[in-house]
Nanobody, 125 residues
Framework: QVQLVESGGGLVQAGGSLRLSCAASGRTFSVGAMAWFRQAPEKERRLVARIMPNSGRTYYADSVKGRFTISRDDAENTFDLHMNSLKPEDTAVYYC??????????????????WGQGTQVTVSS
């Protein structure tokens, strides 16, 4: 099992920045991918950014490329989402997630077994 605890989030004006952090504990050696998803009201949960812990390779949704950065700190067992140039359409509940090692694409929420509790990000115009 892997436990994930999020911190960060809150209210920010458009154009501002926020940092979300996710602390992982437990069987972290079994993790194949770490990611941030977001879910707006009445919308499905979508992948925002993903990082592969072994290679460091990253993936970003088109809507956040150039504005968001995902990073990890292996010594602290944390991974962060740095969000810049925030827009009102970034408003959502953000979840950190981790997936066990597999041959999947690590794109779909269904591929992730472990989830944080979620944190609200609200961007005002």
């Amino acid at each position: 099992q892997v436990q994930l605890v999020e911190s960060g989030g809150g209210l920010v004006q458009a154009g501002g920045s926020l940092r979300l952090s996710c602390a992982a504990s437990g069987r972290t050696f079994s993790v194949g991918a770490m990611a941030w998803f977001r879910q707006a009201p009445e919308k499905e949960r979508r992948l925002v950014a993903r990082i592969m812990p072994n290679s460091g390779r990253t993936y970003y949704a088109d809507s956040v490329k150039g504005r968001f950065t995902i990073s990890r700190d292996d010594a602290e067992n944390t991974f962060d989402l740095h969000m810049n140039s925030l827009k009102p359409e970034d408003t959502a509940v953000y979840y950190c997630a981790a997936a066990r090692i597999s041959f999947g694409t690590y794109i779909r929420a269904s591929e992730y077994e472990y989830w944080g509790q979620g944190t609200q990000v609200t961007v005002s115009s």
